[in-house]
């Protein structure tokens, strides 16, 4: 049976009533009881009741030619879709364009029937995988409507619909996006909120989120979808394949046992309807197998599987997208069993079918064809694997540029953790198959040069496209965004960091605006920028220049077929480095399980920051990270670093080599998010003050925290004076005389928002990020919770899988906080203590930062405590300062990544301003202050070793 989305619009497309309560008189008695019995079927959505009497009335009026009757043609319409609806599509096609035939030509029956008529051909085409007649269809039809003196606007909105589906399946998700909203904006204003079109429209749209990887969107749309259905009369259907809907992405987003009871549920339901043997049950049987499959059940899950093969050969319906899956999940499940040979030939079957229904460039199509290479290269096929493995990976990539032009930021990143599977399945490939094949070396790199980074390049642009030639509808947008960053910002601060009591309405009301103009915003890149072709590994070389080398860090998961996929976050992390060369030369090693090294990590930061001994793990770091690859770095040259997951925290120069020097003293080295970053152009800026120093904020006085915060501990702080921070003002001033500096109750939050894109902006002042603790002699928040911890300079920072080995059920304010890393991260000016100044309160958050147009600022400065560190993502680097200021523009960002000492950090600064004004890099004015600073009195890495140059390294042009 059609999925009911589809079929429940097409049932109604056209408007009003079925068929008039009172027939025409000359209708024969026979004639008339026909007619009545179909419409009783059919306002109860009984489609099997519906089409005997159905059929039996045209029929009757064809024998007395009577098919100019005013009733012949809206039923021939409607037992149409009864039949679509039963999978008689010969049928429905014959009627369909035997209507069709009937309406063309006669402008008052196109007035009333033709656009509905293209919405129906339209979704038979749908259904029959020709995207592109189906789009032609819905593209008419809209055009029709819109021609009309009286807009049809179900009409309308079944063509948006439409496309929607005909787009999503042709690879256009931003226009699908788009369309889909369209849709459910005009069915709610002309239908209501309640209507069985809100409800099929948005379990299509929580269908699209989760195909995206947005399960949460999906589930939050589905779910609505399910309170609608539920309300109305007889929707056996539609409620059963909603909770299908919801179980299939509560089981991809961790939760399978949630996703059990819904299955249970839905065959309740379809029992209370169906008998056991329809057609409806087949899905039911296939989705129950996908999650026994996933929980390693995988005998029982062959037999829900073989179910659904043996009810696909009764009802002849052997090559459909169900059969197909179907066949690719035996795969699956066969390889899991070790099963190799079978798994191939299941594997096989179902690319054999999809390749009849589906574009050959269809993700569903990819995705079988990178499980079929997993299974070949298990079975020592390795270049047939590898061949395989390419032609998807470029397919996904090709897919990228429009995933990354549309949709908010979690979307964007809810694709890329979709496609992690692959990307690891690349990485497995080439480093524990096929170590030593450059074939296999090349698309690993080539996929994490292509996804790595990728949602933080895409922001940046989002943020400077609609800069340049907006329409006054796009600028209010903008500044309603900015608006709502603030709120959203300002709201999770007194309630995370000051302890406030939280409102999780409001919140979430802010959440569904920024992600409303997140999404519109974004729908503009699509037209204002065109993202640059998948760069090549020649190209990022070209860029590095002579005696410099690139070390891309990776973190992956190898997928392992013993682990069943509900356990697959047990499976240990690795990490591997690709090392670049400057004559585009390629090599790499895989470093091992990256848990000790994250904790060995941890450790040599904690002791860093205190002060205490650390040659001995400086040393061993460098033996586990850098050694491997040592003989490929240039003597004396500059090595770019892209760090991944715990070694974004790592500042590489303070390690020591087997001689004993520090890297510092061998080696330029900066830091990009990814190889991608050096094809970056520069911008160049306009604004008239080309240096901003913000400095010593007058904090004002302290105010006690309420605590009344019921999820997390409360957390009560206070900002001391740094006057430090006054005199690293006037030292910056005085090396660059033009320098704007504003210190006091004018270092405030209104004037960082309000900058124009100054060529440097320094901001000299206490940073937090909102997880840590620090004395109030260095530039960082002290944090004190109640009751009192330990801090965490003491104790090793541990990566997120390495706390525990079970997922613990999370709460949705705890859910909320995680999913707001930004707003825990930030820098305190003037009016912080809760005071306030002008119109802010004095706290300004990454996410608020994420608003403020750099495009063009050249180098931002943060010298405070920690504006390195945030919330690690595998892949997108630290939500925090660092993101933020990215995503605003800054080509290069300075930041700690731990608590600086004040006097210290004032002296090197000074330096680096001197040493940028003679004429140095940006990371080579670094590098040269802290050997500088190695030989005099902080002289302790501590001093000067947190201090790390990301971004663009070349000299200022002042």
Known sequence: MKRVAIVSLAVFLLGGQLIAAEPPAELSKEAQALKRRTEQALRA??????????????????????????????????????????????????????????????????????????????????????????????????????????????????????????????????????????????????????????????????????????????????????????????????????????????????????????????RGVLLRAYPPEHVQFLPLDHFTGTLLADLGKNEAALTHYQRVLDGARRLQKTESMLVAGTYANMGYTLLQMNKLEESRKHYLRGAEIMGKLLPPQHAENMHILANLAYCEALMGKKKEATAKLQQASATYDSTLPHVMQVGSEASKLAYLEQLQGKTNLCMFNHLQLNPDDPAAAELAYSVILNRKGRVLEALSKCRLAPRNDMTANEQMMLAQLRTLHGALAGLLTQTQLRGAAG?????????????????????????????????????????LGKNTVLLEYFVYRPPDRKIPKAEEHLIPQRLAVYVVLADGGLRWADLGELSPLAEAIGNYRARLQVAQPADQQAAELYRLLVKPVAAHLPRSGTVVIAPDGPLNLLPFATLRDEPGKY??????????????????????????????????????????????????????????????????????????????????????????????????????????????????????????????????????????????????????????????????????????????????????????????????????????????????????????????????????????????????????????????????????????????????????PTYWGAFIVSGNREPLKL
């Open 45 to 266: 959505f009984r489609y099997a009741d519906a089409v005997a009497p159905g059929d039996e009335f045209l029929a009757l009026l064809r024998r007395e030619e009577q098919t100019d009757h005013p009733d012949f043609l809206p039923m021939l319409i409607y037992v149409a879709n009864a039949h679509h609806v039963l999978d008689n599509d010969a049928k429905s096609d014959s009627y369909l364009h035997e209507a069709f035939k009937r309406v063309e030509g006669d402008a008052a029956l196109e007035a009333k029937y033709l656009g509905s008529l293209l919405s129906n051909l339209g979704m038979h085409c749908i259904d029959a995988t020709k995207y592109d007649e189906a789009k032609a269809f819905f593209e008419r039809g809209l055009r029709h409507e819109k021609a009309q003196k009286k807009v049809n606007f179900e009409g309308a909105a079944g063509c948006y619909l439409g496309l929607a589906k005909a787009e999503e399946n042709l690879g256009n998700p931003q226009i699908a996006e788009k369309h889909y909203f369209l849709a459910l904006r005009i069915f709610q204003d002309h239908v209501g909120p309640g209507s069985l079109r809100v409800a099929d429209t948005c379990r299509s749209i929580g269908n699209f989120f989760g195909t995206n990887g947005d399960y949460e969107k999906a589930i939050e749309n589905l779910d609505l979808a399910m309170q609608v259905y539920t309300k109305l009369q007889n929707q056996h259907a539609q409620v059963a394949g909603t909770a299908l809907d919801l179980g299939k992405y509560l089981r991809r987003s961790g939760n399978p046992e949630n996703a059990l009871h819904l299955y249970a549920f839905a």
């Open 663 to 940: 890297l510092l003293e061998s080696y330029l080295i900066s830091y990009v998010t990814s190889g991608r970053d050096l094809l970056r152009p520069a911008e160049t800026s306009t604004a008239a003050a080309k240096v901003v120093v913000m400095a010593d904020p007058e904090y004002g006085s302290p105010q006690a925290a309420a605590g009344t915060q019921r999820d997390a501990p409360p957390i009560s702080f206070a900002f001391n004076p740094l006057p430090g921070t006054a005199a690293e003002a006037k030292l910056i001033q005085s090396i660059l005389p033009a320098a704007a500096i504003y210190t006091g109750t004018q270092a405030t939050e209104d004037r960082v928002k309000e900058l124009a894109a100054p060529t440097v902006l320094h901001i000299a002042t206490h940073g937090f990020f909102a997880d840590s603790q620090g004395q109030s002699s260095h530039r960082g928040l002290k944090l004190a919770k109640q009751p009192p911890t330990q801090a965490p300079a003491a104790a090793p920072q541990q990566p997120a899988e390495a706390a525990s080995t079970k997922k613990p059920a999370i709460k949705a304010s705890e859910q909320s906080r995680m999913r707001t890393p930004l707003a825990r991260s930030g820098l305190a000016l003037a009016g912080a203590n809760g005071s306030g100044q002008g119109k802010e309160d004095g706290i300004l958050t990454a996410l608020e930062m994420t608003g403020v147009d750099l495009h063009g600022t050249q180098l931002v400065v943060l010298s405070a405590c920690e504006t390195g560190l945030g919330e690690i993502t595998a892949g997108e680097g630290v939500f925090g300062m660092r993101r933020a200021f990215v995503i605003a523009g800054a080509e290069t960002q300075v930041m700690s990544l731990w608590m600086v000492h004040d006097d210290a950090t004032k002296e090197l600064m000074a330096l680096y301003y001197r040493g940028l004004k003679a004429g140095q890099g940006r990371a080579q004015a670094m590098q040269v202050a802290q050997q500088q600073m190695l030989r005099g009195k902080y002289a302790k």
């Open 503 to 543: 409102s999780e309405a409001k919140e979430k009301t802010l959440r569904t605006g920024i992600e409303s103009l997140e999404r519109r915003l974004a729908g503009r890149l699509a037209t204002s920028v065109v993202d640059a072709p998948s760069p090549s590994r020649a190209q990022v070389a070209s860029r």
